[in-house]
């Protein structure tokens, strides 16, 4: 079983940037792929950024394609999403999700997630 717990989220205006992380349980971080994931209220979750388990591999949503970075300290078992030049359509609640096997990171089938964090961006 893995646990998932997540921080630094919060509220930012427009244009500033917000790093959320996601710290794992257990010492097998480095068998996980590792992605997020948001929901904005009344829409569907969807797919924002994953890492492969070595960090060698890297998967990003085309709206936060050169905004947003993940990365991961497999040391400190912890994945890491900097967020950079934020717009009101990014806020919703952001979720990280662990899974063992690779493929298509933008699949929704995730082994586990976390409690999810809000980011909330103001205009």
């Keep these: 079983q893995v ?5 630094g989220g919060g509220l930012v205006q427009a244009g500033g940037s917000l790093r959320l992380s996601c ?3 257990g010492r097998t971080f ?10 904005a209220p009344g829409k569907e ?4 950024a994953a ?16 905004r947003f970075t993940i990365s991961r300290d497999n040391a400190k078992n912890t994945v ?5 030049s934020l717009k009101p ?7 990280c999700a662990a899974r063992l096997r ?19 961006v103001s205009s």
């Design 3 to 7: 646990q998932l717990v997540q921080s």
């Design 23 to 25: 710290a794992t349980s």
């Design 30 to 39: 480095g068998s996980y792929n590792m992605g997020w994931f948001r929901q």
């Design 45 to 48: 979750r969807e797919f924002v």
């Design 51 to 66: 890492i492969s388990r070595t960090g060698g591999i890297t998967d990003y949503a085309d709206s936060v394609k050169g």
């Design 80 to 84: 890491y999403l900097q967020m950079n």
């Design 89 to 95: 359509e990014d806020m919703a609640v952001y979720y």
């Design 102 to 120: 690779g493929g298509d990171y933008q699949s929704h089938s995730y082994d586990y997630w976390g409690q999810g964090t809000q980011v909330t």
